[in-house]
């Protein structure tokens, strides 16, 4: 036969208590057994990490760290992995990576993947934003070429002007800049560079009137850096311009 037992009010708190108690160990060996198990997930990434690194695979290396910076968020593994992305070309995941907003307390690679990358996803605005950025931390002729670049496209001429001029104050022999328009990139001295796009920015203050001028600069570009196909396929495209214009009254009558 069955008894039942009938609880009395201080037999039911302390039934209570003990139900309380056993809730709490029971969550704490959770949390114990869980940081544990997170503990041993991280040990292993990094270790497949590290073993990535050494075989040389991008895509595992950019598993790894995903896999880091969910189990334990680090800005520098964050910082690491958009910079991997944008190194891989792939740009659209390095910026949703790391964002695309200026902040101070950014590290010097932050600003530097979202401005390079703002800028290959065609986003001279805010990619100049970014090239300020770097540029306000290290004022080097290099960053002033993109800042040139970036002003001139954005028909900022005074800003442009104000870049080209340091630019070509302050670059150096040794001081070079890559060009993609060929098939095969080609390095010219960045001060070439520098002359190239003083040559875009005196024809743009007058298109019709600075034709020559611009061309005279561009010849000098050649001149200092004969390889220069961009500031020829530029010359060319002034002269092109040029001899329309002259032919222009003869059509008219």
């Known amino acids: 036969m069955f008894k039942f037992y009938r609880f009395s009010p201080s ?108 800028k290959s996803v065609n986003e001279p605005e805010l990619a100049l934003v970014q090239f300020e950025e770097v540029f306000k ?27 080209i001029k340091y630019g070509l104050e302050n670059s150096k022999e040794d001081m070079g800049h890559t060009y993609y328009e060929q098939q095969t990139p080609y390095q010219v001295a960045l001060k070439s560079g520098f002359m190239y796009l003083n040559a875009l920015l005196v024809y743009n203050k007058d298109p019709k009137g600075n034709i020559d001028a611009a061309v005279d600069i561009l010849d000098s570009a050649l001149k200092a850096s004969p390889n220069f196909n961009l500031t020829q396929l530029t010359k060319t495209e002034l002269l092109r311009q040029k001899q329309a214009l002259l032919t222009q009254p003869t059509q008219g009558k």
């Open 137 to 163: 931390r290290d004022p080097h002729p290099s960053i002033a070429y993109e800042l040139a670049e970036l002003n001139l496209q954005l028909k900022k001429l005074d800003e442009a002007e104000k870049h």
């Open 11 to 118: 037999n039911k708190l302390i039934h209570k208590k003990m139900k309380q108690l056993i809730l709490v160990v029971l969550l704490m060996i959770g949390i114990q057994m869980g940081a544990q198990s997170n503990s041993e997930l991280i040990k292993h990434f990094e270790a497949y990490s590290k073993q990535m690194r050494v075989q040389g695979d991008i895509q595992g290396i950019i598993n790894s760290l995903t896999h880091l910076n969910v189990l334990a968020p680090s800005v520098a593994r964050i910082d690491t992995l958009a910079y991997i992305y944008m190194t891989e070309g792939r740009y659209v995941e390095a910026l949703n990576t790391i964002g695309i907003d200026r902040k101070i307390d950014d590290s010097d690679i932050a600003v530097q993947v979202k401005a390079l990358s703002l």
